[in-house]
């Protein structure tokens, strides 16, 4: 079975761009979370969702937002981007009724 | 905030020596899950922790969540260079009953097991 998939798996931009990150989730899994993990430290949440609903929020700006679709994969989005938006970009996935969390790869973004 | 303090942050150490990580808060944390986290990987769940006391083994891991839940160990014995790796453990608050869980991670502990 596939597990979590991000794409793109590097991804470099200017600063004041815009930036859509995707994931997909294991299979009959129905939360998707999002987390920003900035070099030599842990992973710091930013958003959960779960059937398609927001649940959960982070300490993070307007300029990040997220969705989930129908298929409960996910895109992160963030605008006027910022050198320390520069991060691995962890997408995590749970069923939705239990606590435990897998993550895929994650998505380096890189801001010059 | 609910912050989990890791310790220690750096560990450098020789193969088939044993270790102790230690993961600690003034919150209480529902359960606790300990990850293992290569370079430019994501964290790969190791174990889940829910009941205070609660002992779990995993081969040469030994993990122990406090009886107040709000601290919790990792053991490991006779450490291998394949341990090598970036231990965090991260705590859940659950946000509502059926919409999983919310981590708080730790900043996690570097080790590293030379041959």
């Known amino acids: 079975d596939a597990g979590v998939t991000q794409s793109p798996t590097h991804l470099i931009k200017t600063r004041g761009q815009h930036v859509t990150l995707r994931c997909s989730p294991i299979?009959?899994?129905?939360?998707v979370s999002w987390y920003q993990q900035v070099l030599g430290q842990g992973p710091q949440f930013i958003f959960q969702?779960?059937?398609?609903?927001?649940?959960g929020r982070g300490n993070f700006p307007d300029r990040f937002s997220a969705r989930q679709f129908p298929n409960y994969s996910s895109e992160l989005n963030v605008n006027a981007l910022l050198l320390g938006d520069s991060a691995l970009y962890l997408c995590?996935?749970?069923?939705?009724?239990?606590?435990?969390?897998?993550f895929g790869p994650g998505t380096r973004l890189t801001v010059t | 905030t609910q912050l989990l303090e890791q310790s220690p942050q750096f560990l450098s150490i020789q193969e088939g020596e044993n270790l102790t990580v230690y993961c600690n808060s003034s919150?209480?944390?529902?359960?606790l899950q300990w990850y293992r986290q290569e370079p430019g990987e994501g964290p790969v769940l190791l174990v889940t922790?829910?009941?205070?006391?609660e002992v779990k083994k995993l081969k040469r891991l030994t993990f122990q969540f406090g009886d107040a839940r709000k601290d919790s160990s990792l053991h490991i014995t006779a450490a291998q260079p394949g341990d090598t790796g970036l231990y965090l453990c991260?705590?859940?608050?659950?946000?509502?009953?059926?919409?999983?869980?919310?981590?708080?991670f730790g900043e996690g502990t570097q080790l590293t097991v030379n041959p």
């Open positions: 995590a996935s749970s069923t939705g009724t239990s606590v435990e969390q897998y």
């Open positions: 299979s009959g899994h129905k939360s």
């Open positions: 969702y779960y059937e398609k609903e927001e649940r």
């Open positions: 919150s209480v944390f529902s359960s």
């Open positions: 922790v829910v009941t205070g006391g």
């Open positions: 991260a705590g859940d608050t659950s946000l509502q009953e059926t919409s999983g869980s919310r981590l708080t």
